[in-house]
């Protein structure tokens, strides 16, 4: 409980990526599948909408977000 409310914590958008993708691989682990997916998705979305040197700047932190939710969700 106090490790998924330390990583609720720092859930907020357009911020703490590693983290953030750190709490996806957490809810995987312990079986919430739906709310890795949800946060997953909401990190793919945000990354889309980023400009040019933004995105480049993030593009390792991209990269394994988008190989955790394909690696987890077939879609």
């Known amino acids: 409980d ?3 409310n330390t ?3 720092m859930n ?3 911020t703490n990526y590693f983290h953030r ?3 996806c691989k957490f809810l995987l ?3 919430n599948t ?3 997916k949800e946060n997953l998705s909401s990190l793919i979305d945000e990354f ?3 400009h040019g040197n933004e995105r480049h700047l993030k593009r390792s932190i991209y990269r394994q977000v ?3 939710y394909a690696e987890n969700f077939k879609d």
């Open 29 to 31: 682990e312990i079986k």
């Open 7 to 9: 990583f609720e914590d």
């Open 21 to 23: 993708l750190e709490y």
């Open 66 to 68: 988008k190989d955790l």
């Open 2 to 4: 106090l490790a998924e």
């Open 34 to 36: 739906a709310s890795a």
């Open 48 to 50: 889309d909408q980023m």
């Open 12 to 14: 907020r958008s357009f």
